[in-house]
């Protein structure tokens, strides 16, 4: 084992290894030589084979790469609670809710991606992270709330994941049971080891060193989240074909409907549709790592131009899957639609079709986590070298031979903090079990600020957009009409907390 030097963790490339001598303040923008004026008429004189204009190695995303990180970060375990989504909203206000959030999402998303670099779209300062995004186009006070609300957003979507995870591996080891036992066995169990087991599966991808290493990662999830929404849309269609019906109704579920959590009472559907909002929020979250996603694209063309193309197909992608899965889901079930559609087909036939949804569900979590925990273990690790750059704990590298690997770069502080944050992540979805009402919470928390507010505002400061411009006023509209949304989702996903707690004991959860 070959000590390393003093650096922050080494960004690798497909193999080749950049070394981050510059040990920065966590919250400032990273400095870059400034361009001479010849070399800002052709910023590719000053580019290598091997570096970018910012002196880092040359990146290697392209349309492609980006395109199967976003799906990964946007086709998560939300869409899975989707049908229940629509069912409280119902045929009209449902899939209508879908399109405008889908819109939402790609417009500001657009406004995001031309923030990647200060000034000129081509040539201008790289910003690597969304906090500097923020830090270089606002400044103050601003630059902590976004890193605030940001890292714990991610931190939550982890306990989300994990909380989703258990729930597929438990519908496996049910659906093999009631197969054994010809449904006499009721086949309940408990969550915990389940949640253990995709947390230690955990703790090992994140030793991935940065995002550029996951990359492989992504298109794998991407492919798991298209093969169990396939098979998920399919059984709602077989279902609805059955059936010979479509189930549903215009307002959504009626009061007096009987749920597990009792009679639905007029209040409750109100909390219940409101609920409805932050899930299908949460189901459209990406905006807090676009800027990560965005700084492992290569160029020519500018980075904003193959990100913009990347979300579109991204977000088109994701709603006709959304709106077919959400929509053929209620179809199926109508006031019964479950939390996670995929339990809502039982445990018996066809369990193998099940099974393999659900091992598809677990392999796409796992990708997931790693995209949205990233950023949060690189904001913390460049934290640390900063504070204590002399400490061989925090900075010091290490390579270990493995047979058939190659090199693996040990960094002790990265295996103990990365290792308690999966830790803390899986003890608290062990405590808060109920995945639909975090997934509202976290759908409202992460909506308004981070996919909304600081890309209208990182725009506006940029292009000096004029106040009370038309076009000032439009933006700022549409800002204030997403905040109304997010306080209103969350707002019904507490009350909806509220009511899973009256019969709720820690560390007992059994389905």
Known sequence: MLPRSRTLPSRIHHGAVEERHDIRHYLQVEVQPKASE?????????????????????????????????????????????????????????????????FVNLYTSNLLAQCYRTGDPVTGQRNYTYMDAVKSNLGGKRVMICGLIQYINMFGVAVGYTIAASVSMMAIKRSNCFHKSGGKDPCHMSSNGYMITFGITEIIFSQIQDFSHVWWLSIVAAIMSFTYSAI?????????????????????????????????????????????????????????????????????????????????????????????????????????????????????????????????????LVGAYQVFCQPLFAFVEKWSAQKWPKSDFVTAEYDIPIPFFGIFQL???????????????????????????????????????????????????????????????????????????????????????ALDLKTYKPFRTSY
């Open 411 to 497: 960094n002790f502080f990265r295996l103990v903090w990365r290792t308690i944050f999966v830790m803390i992540t899986t003890l608290i979805a062990m405590l808060m079990p109920f995945f639909n009402d975090v997934v509202g919470i976290l759908g409202a928390f992460g909506f308004w600020p981070l996919t909304v507010y600081f890309p209208i505002e990182m725009y506006i400061a940029q292009k000096k957009i004029g106040p009370w411009t038309t076009r000032w006023l439009g933006l700022q509209i549409l800002s204030v009409t997403c905040l109304f949304i997010s306080i209103a989702a969350a707002v019904g996903s507490f009350a909806g907390v």
């Open 232 to 364: 998920g849309l399919g059984l709602g269609v077989a279902k609805v074909a059955v059936h010979g019906s479509i189930k549903g109704s215009l307002l959504g579920i009626s009061i007096g409907t009987v749920t597990k959590a009792g009679t639905v009472t007029a209040t409750q559907k109100m909390w219940r549709s409101l609920q409805a909002l932050g899930a299908i929020a949460f189901a459209y979250s990406f905006s807090l790592v676009l800027v990560e996603i965005q700084d492992t694209i290569k160029s020519p063309p500018a980075e904003h131009k193959t990100m913009k193309k990347a979300t579109l197909l991204s977000v088109v992608v994701t709603t006709v899957f959304y709106m077919l899965c959400g929509c053929f889901g209620y179809a199926a079930f109508g006031d019964d639609s479950p939390g996670n559609l995929l339990t809502g087909f039982g445990f018996y036939n066809p369990y193998w079709l099940l099974d393999i949804a659900n091992v598809a569900i677990v392999v796409h």
């Open 38 to 102: 010849a070399e800002a008429i052709n910023p590719q004189s000053n580019y290598s084979k091997c570096f970018d204009d910012d002196g880092r190695l040359k990146r290697t995303g392209t349309f492609w790469t980006a395109t199967s990180h976003i799906i990964t970060a946007v086709i998560g375990s939300g869409v899975l609670s989707l049908a229940w989504a629509v069912a409280q909203l119902g045929w009209v206000t449902g899939p209508a809710v879908l399109l405008l959030f889908a």
